[in-house]
């Protein structure tokens, strides 16, 4: 499949003790709830280099020194909320020549590159593609 004119955008929070997955938090505890979230995220990192795209890695706040991912444009998210903050980085991609793209968060471990490329796959024919989440987000 060609994934030509096609990317990723990864939107994923500062790994920050007591601001990642503080719902699960409440019961693990901060410093689990961390230990879990650097899981997911690199489980969602390790799916999307499976597929041979442009990936852009917005992080919520800040990118530090010590983030280096080679097969990524890192980049920050820009806007009051996060409808706004996936509108603009879908326009930067849009306006950047880009014809589909597919934004996904960093904790579903039910993830896997099938799924996204059956995405791009659907995206030829529809101009929306959303995927289930059984978790409510």
Same mark, same amino acid.
């Given at each position: 499949m060609s994934l030509y004119n096609s990317a990723i955008i990864i939107f994923q929070k500062n790994a920050q003790k007591g601001r990642v %997955?503080?719902? &699960?938090?409440?019961?693990?505890?901060? $410093? $689990?709830? +961390? %230990?879990?979230?650097? &899981? +997911?995220? $690199? !489980?969602?990192?390790?799916?999307? +280099? $499976? +597929?041979?795209?442009?990936? #852009? &890695? !917005? #992080?919520?706040? #800040?990118?530090t020194d010590s983030e280096s991912r080679d097969h990524y444009e890192l980049r920050v998210q820009d806007g009051k909320d996060l409808g706004e903050r996936m509108k603009n980085a879908f326009e930067a991609l849009f306006e950047a020549g880009y014809e589909k793209i597919l934004i996904l968060g960093t904790d579903c471990a039910e993830l896997d590159a099938t799924i996204l490329k059956k995405a791009f796959k659907d995206l030829k024919n529809e101009e929306v593609v959303i995927g289930p989440a059984r978790d409510g987000g």
């Open positions: %997955k503080t719902r &699960l938090a409440a019961t693990i505890g901060d $410093e $689990e709830a +961390l %230990k879990v979230y650097r &899981l +997911l995220t $690199e !489980y969602t990192h390790q799916v999307c +280099l $499976e +597929l041979d795209c442009p990936k #852009f &890695l !917005y #992080f919520s706040d #800040f990118i």
